[in-house]
């Protein structure tokens, strides 16, 4: 009985984690990428975690499109 209730216990967390992280704005096709990176158990940090990340995403982006702005191409300009 013990057995099934950690795996119970793991498979909520897993999901709750990909929950978590959809909300918090990450694309459909990336959740698996960024669960990894979840390491809270309990769900207030979960989602703090998750914010976290998208926050990470968001500045890292951000960063890299200024720069590739930079090398496009502009002929009408």
């Known amino acids: 009985m ?22 918090a704005g990450v ?11 979840l390491q809270s158990d309990d769900e207030e940090g979960i989602e703090q975690e998750a914010q976290e990340i998208v926050a990470d995403i968001k500045k890292q ?3 890299q499109d200024a720069y590739i702005d930079e090398r496009i191409w502009k002929p009408f300009n």
Request: charged content about 40%.
């Open 61 to 63: 982006s951000t960063v």
């Open 27 to 37: 694309d459909y096709s990336d959740v698996e990428t960024y669960t990894k990176y």
């Open 2 to 23: 013990s057995d099934k209730l950690e795996q119970a216990k793991t498979e909520y967390i897993d999901k709750l984690k990909r929950v978590k992280l959809l909300e």
